[in-house]
């Protein structure tokens, strides 16, 4: 058995995505009901209202998969990951499984920033439960901020699942600091095609597709 695959985290995680699914669509939300496709793309993809977005999807988990999830966990392992750097908390369920990960490697350091601080109270009584919270060092706000400074002399695996638009921004932040061999994936990548473009260019990175929307790269030598 593995921490991930033992209570509390197990039944926990089991819990936390049943009650995702049960969610309604963020697209319900009012930052998009009067919106077309395009308009609503075009709103993820901004560089100017994205605060004023995920205030307004402050309720809703979005996740990411169990598929990614345990993706997450299965990289930390195998790259014997010490230090990782998630953007975009939620409630916490990708962090649970680096945080595991992490307790299986024998300890670490995961850093983790969101926007909103009620989604961060949320995920410390989650990590907490999951008794995985000790591994977690919270920030709030925006992670153009939070990820400027105090960072780990290396990072050995980086979630990227915030603002989409800011993909690109945050690995400037974080690429001084990533190890030859570090991973990082991304999710919901279609929404933020220069992010994907660049680490597909070949321009220090190797880069593929895992399922319909996560882009996973290795930073090279």
């Given at each position: 058995?593995?921490?991930?695959?033992?209570?509390?985290?197990?039944?926990?995680?089991?819990?936390?995505?049943?009650?995702?699914?049960?969610?309604?669509?963020?697209?319900?939300?009012?930052?998009?009901?009067?919106?077309?496709?395009?308009?609503?793309?075009?709103?993820?993809?901004?560089?100017?209202?994205?605060?004023?977005?995920?205030?307004?999807?402050?309720?809703?988990?979005?996740?990411?998969?169990?598929?990614t999830g345990r993706l997450l966990y299965m990289l930390a392992r195998a790259t014997h990951a010490r230090t990782i750097?998630?953007?975009?908390?939620?409630?916490?369920?990708?962090?649970?499984?680096?945080?595991?990960?992490?307790?299986?490697?024998?300890?670490?350091?995961?850093?983790?920033?969101?926007?909103?601080?009620?989604?961060?109270?949320?995920?410390?009584?989650?990590?907490?439960?999951?008794?995985?919270?000790?591994?977690?060092?919270?920030?709030?706000?925006?992670?153009?901020?939070?990820?400027?400074?105090?960072?780990?002399?290396?990072?050995?695996?980086?979630?990227?699942?915030?603002?989409?638009?800011?993909?690109?921004?945050?690995?400037?932040?974080?690429?001084?600091?990533?190890?030859?061999?570090?991973?990082?994936?991304?999710?919901?990548?279609?929404?933020?095609?220069?992010?994907?473009?660049?680490?597909?260019?070949?321009?220090?990175?190797?880069?593929?597709?895992?399922?319909?929307?996560?882009?996973?790269?290795?930073?090279?030598?």
């Open positions: 058995m593995t921490t991930l695959t033992a209570a509390p985290v197990a039944p926990l995680l089991d819990r936390l995505f049943a009650a995702a699914a049960a969610e309604a669509s963020p697209r319900t939300s009012p930052a998009f009901a009067a919106l077309s496709a395009e308009e609503g793309d075009r709103l993820l993809r901004s560089k100017q209202d994205y605060r004023a977005l995920y205030a307004a999807l402050a309720d809703f988990a979005l996740p990411v998969s169990p598929a750097v998630e953007f975009g908390t939620s409630f916490g369920l990708s962090t649970i499984h680096l945080a595991a990960a992490l307790r299986d490697n024998g300890g670490g350091q995961l850093i983790t920033t969101e926007f909103e601080r009620p989604k961060i109270e949320r995920a410390r009584a989650n990590l907490a439960e999951a008794r995985l919270v000790d591994l977690v060092a919270f920030r709030e706000g925006d992670a153009l901020a939070t990820l400027a400074a105090d960072l780990p002399a290396t990072i050995d695996l980086v979630l990227l699942d915030g603002a989409k638009a800011l993909y690109g921004d945050v690995l400037d932040l974080l690429e001084p600091r990533l190890r030859a061999g570090a991973v990082i994936v991304a999710d919901n990548v279609d929404h933020c095609p220069d992010y994907q473009a660049r680490v597909r260019s070949g321009g220090g990175y190797l880069s593929l597709p895992f399922g319909d929307d996560v882009e996973l790269s290795v930073r090279l030598g």
